[in-house]
């Protein structure tokens, strides 16, 4: 990174600018508000619902000194001009031609109360202001830097800057920084102790994380008003925990939302929509969602049909429906600027749309050509497209696929897809306090999300809903699940898939997951395959694929992929108990469902930044097959037993004297993956079905997981995979611990198991020595299940 020695700096800043606040829950906030005004706590990151609760008090004393107004940056400086003066500019943000010198401010270096006493710095830079914190601990460990949300590379994120700045970014190379979400949190991890930060703006960032200098955080924000949070604790999970708690968590999902999903740009005319149905049918592989993408609409149309295509969408949808799918629909937020269309005559009307600063309405291109962007920033303006929903809910549309929310605008250069967004200098309605569009630009779809949200409540009451969203800002979770966006059929974004849904996870959203297959050119059978495999343990499970690729559904690709697909994906269904009680804690606590070694094993030296394998909650270690050719991959275990999820064969890993475990070499046949189940756990699962309608054979299944000392202990909870009964308290929530011979359960919440399906329990207990699987099993799963002694606990 280029040093600059220029004429910008400034006096030093006016410290009464800058306050600190204590909560009692332990956050430390810096309020930073350098633009004259008082900042009005409003922050639509944070959770409404439980950021009022807390109360704020002062913490350190502010430093005296100061000189006024003087510390605008340079760039917001220039924002704000714009806004009133209706000059156009768009900078190309992504440009890592900024000048991070730092100006220290005499004073402002805040001590950390954590394992590590590092302090923060706070100065002015060329563009914003500057935090600066040292990523060093006096005993000289280590200090991972995880978080930071949707971006490309390791877990670890030391060694690169990051910027948060959503934009439609077509290719995912390693050198790419911005995409399509903006989470400026980091958590700061020694195996003692986990320092979060996070950024409350909805402007751009910068997070260099040791690029500059190895050891040193440098944290660029280009706005003049937000706040910076701070918390120490002592594991990542309460950190994650604790951030999630401020900026909110997930609403408990339908279940069906966690089955498979099959999407493509575009599954048109409606024969060929009911043949794919069909064929899931008929070649037995489990599909809850098959998605509508941009062509059933009437010319790109948003909230239109094309009824050559579509002629009867309703019954469509209702025969999908009878055939256990439900259909989602995408919804992008570019509005074809086409008078005859009410909705965007409706949205000129009702000033819905984004404009220039002179007050002209804002006219970008998207997939109609021509369109206006709504300003979901104004609470009109998404009730306005909230009740546009209503031609889709009409229909029996169970779910919506938010795309191009960034949002994309391909006037920049068509060809070239550079700076792919709507320009900086547009005026945000911002809830009645307007400001320059960049100032707010990370946060566009989390408005829109918000809008499609209120749209259940308003139409589908009695429903969870389903969003499924590509960008977003902090607190998207509490809004939709997110996808990763327009990935390619490559082995390295089957790599890169884990590292980002980790940190995705870990900054606040675990419903997360990609396209499985890539969805930019053409998968092999053997890419195919090894992508399902994997992705069938991700949160959120859909395969995808581009206009004018191959077909890419799971009989494309031979008898052999078809095979796997309906393997893995089976798996999934058999998994889905075990799937929704981690769906379930994650709507509670924030907690990963996808999750790095380092969550469950936080003192194995071995596992600090590893990304090659990961956990499906606590008792599933998974092992992706990365690479083509190759049929066995090493795995390393943490110390501990383990079990062969294939195999049934029990590994017993030492302990090191350093508290590593080992490298095992997984076997890696086409049609499987490396997967061992953690001893100590006890995984529920149940038979198979073809989607989650389906009631199945009522029976709970429990695979027991013994450990060193013939233990385990596993966690459960159901309702009735729909609706609102659990609020009223309709579902069970409780454990199993297993003491070697007999199973106990202890239920800790819910009274009442009426609305669960099953019917009786079943056990199974893991071979204990190698080996001793049925040989007509396929896995684990099919061990011989006894009646436990115990009738269900909820019955
Ligand atoms: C964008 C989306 C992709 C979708 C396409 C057409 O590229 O990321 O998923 O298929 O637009 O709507």
Redesign the pocket.
Known sequence: MQQRQDHWFRPAAPHSDLAWQQSADGWLRLAVTLDGTTRSGRSSALDPDTAPMREWYDAAPVPPGGSGPEFFSDRIHRLNDLATQGVAANDNPHEDTRGLEAVPVEGLRYGLPSGFPATLGVSRSRDGILLDIPLSTPRGEAVRVMGLGEKTGSLDKRGRTWVMWNC?E?VHSPEKSALYQAHPVVYLWTPGGTVTLFIDTMATVWFDVGEAEPDRLLIEIYDNRFDCYLRTDESLPEAVESYSALTGRIPLPPEWALGFQQ?R??YFPEERVLEVAQKFREERVPCDVLYL??HYMDGYRVFTWDHRRFPEPDRMVQGLRDQGFRVVT?V?PGVKTDVDYPVFSSGLEKQAFLTRPGGELYVGKV?PGDAAFPDFSRPATREWWARWHKTLFDAGVAGIWN??NEPADFTGDEVLRVNFTVPDDLVAHNEGEPVSFGRVHNEYANGMNRATRDAFLQYRPEERGFVLT?SGGTGVQRYAAIWT??NHSWWEHLTMMVPMFLNVGLSGAPFVGG?AGG?QLNADAELYRRWIAAAAFTPFFRA?S??DTRDHEPWSFGPEALETARRFIGIRYRLLPYLYTLFEEASRRGTPVMRPLLWEFPQDPRVASRADSFLLGNALLVAPVREPGVQERSVYLPAGVWYDFWSGERIDVPRQPDGSGAVVVGNAPLDRIPLYLRGGTILPHEGLRQHTGETGDGVLRLLIAPDAEGRAQGTFYGDAGEGFGYCAGRFWRGSFSWDGSGLRTESRAGESGEDLRWTSLATAVCPGTSGELNPEAESLLDLPHGESRLSLPWA
Do not use: E, N, Q, V
């Open positions: 439609d077509p999407c740009y575009s993408d941009i995408i992008d997939w795309d191009m590509r966006g327009d396209d969805f995808h581009a206009l």
